[in-house]
């Protein structure tokens, strides 16, 4: 009998160790791992640079208090701002807390500067910021939410893709707009570079501030460090997680100076948020994919994914009904429910996981090998033609 609790729908399998974009289970089977850990490790298991930057600063410190200096964490931030918008970094331990921390940030800069009332958040209905109660409800689903009340105000929804509706909701207590520049749980569903523009202006009109979540999109997984980028819109400010660890938990909140002012000593704290450990293995992280070569090899092999991926839907047009994303965030959106689809591939031994609107999710590790990707294709043509 397992003792941990049923929150967890889990599959009927385990592993014993990881290489590269391979795991292998403790009943002796190789799987293609193209979940990895849902877009956590962006350099695949036992990366031998991240397994020598744990090994060197385990031996030197793990941990102490953010009542100190943590000159590794002055390392990372200082790395993360020469390469973005963001003035200042906040280092945090998940995304939720990250995303939760983005919205106290927000409410904190219109306090201080004498504007408490500015303090609702606008989301997208049914978009996912994590498991925190403040994030349930700015996701808005009811799923998510149910059986947790009393409710968390200081939400409003507007629909995915509804501008209207978007505008329509802003109002004089309206701090931020909060979004997932790629949304990822809810169905791999990409914003527009010029709705990302629309939304900069729209916030730059309405005295608010523009958050982007890429705490799944970002560091390196769209093909650029983070997705908003190539739009060439600045956000105010950005949480972030997952793929910046490499597997090692780390969150952190990217802002300007201006909504950084707001933060003064005592506003906000974490225990483990940024502690030498994590911030080593953030350092070794970005030293490697924040490189021009990493990436475009990200672009690259995310073009030859996404079109033989279309050649196989054209095969098979009643499987398969829209093929979306970018870099190497993927879906394979189904007709039907995608459950059965994803345990054949899983039979096959390659590991997917699923997104809302019937989609197939692959999340590859972002050096995974050409050969690899033919791997897949092949077992994914392969169940097509057996659903057919
Ligand atoms: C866009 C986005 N925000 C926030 C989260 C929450 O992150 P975590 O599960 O690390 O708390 C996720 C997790 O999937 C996410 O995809």
Not at 15 to 36: A, H, I, M, P
Not at 169 to 184: D, H, L, Q, R, S
Not at 191 to 207: A, G, Q, T, V, Y
Request: net charge positive; proline share 3%; charged share 25%.
């Amino acid at each position: 009998m397992s003792h941990l609790v049923k929150n967890y729908n889990r599959k009927k399998i385990s592993f014993k160790f990881g290489r590269g974009s391979f795991l292998y289970s403790t009943n002796g089977k190789k799987y293609l791992d193209f979940v990895q850990g849902i877009a956590v490790n962006s350099l695949g298991h036992a990366h031998p640079k991240l397994i020598k930057t744990i090994n060197t600063q385990s031996k030197k410190l793990w941990h102490v208090s953010n009542a100190f200096i943590i000159p590794e964490g002055e390392k990372l931030a200082k790395k993360i701002s020469k390469k973005t918008f963001a003035d200042y970094v906040m280092f945090q331990n998940s995304g939720t807390e990250a995303t939760e921390t983005a919205i106290k940030v927000a409410r904190r800069y219109f306090y201080s500067i004498g504007k408490p009332n500015k303090n609702r958040i606008l989301c997208v209905k049914n978009s996912f910021h994590g498991r925190t109660l403040a994030a349930i409800y700015a996701s808005g689903s009811k799923k998510m939410t149910e059986g947790f009340g009393p409710k968390i105000g200081g939400f409003d929804h507007f629909v995915f893709g509804n501008h209207k509706s978007l505008k329509k909701k802003i109002n004089k207590n309206t701090a931020a707009i909060m979004v997932e520049t790629i949304m990822g749980e809810g169905g791999i569903k990409v914003i527009p570079d010029w709705c990302l523009k629309e939304l900069r202006k729209i916030c730059n009109k309405k005295k608010i501030l523009l958050i982007l979540d890429e705490v799944q999109c970002g560091i390196g997984r769209s093909g650029d460090f983070f997705a908003f980028e190539k739009s060439g819109v600045k956000p105010d400010i950005v949480p972030i997680a997952k793929g910046i660890g490499g597997g090692f938990p780390i969150g952190a909140v990217l802002m300007n100076k201006k909504v950084a002012s707001g933060m003064i000593a005592g506003t906000h704290g974490s225990t483990f948020g940024g502690n030498p450990l994590a911030m080593s293995v953030g350092n070794s992280v970005i030293d490697i994919i924040s490189n021009k070569k990493f990436l475009n090899n990200v672009k690259n092999l995310s073009k030859y994914f996404l079109s033989n991926l279309n050649i196989i839907k054209d095969k098979y047009p009643k499987i398969i009904k829209d093929i979306r994303g970018r870099g190497l965030l993927i879906g394979i959106q189904l007709h039907t429910d995608q459950v059965k689809f994803i345990k054949k591939l899983m039979e096959n031994k390659l590991l997917t996981i699923r997104a809302a609107e019937n989609v197939v999710r692959i999340l590859p590790p972002l050096n995974v090998k050409k050969n690899e990707i033919n791997q897949a294709l092949r077992i994914i043509k392969k169940v097509c033609s057996e659903i057919n």
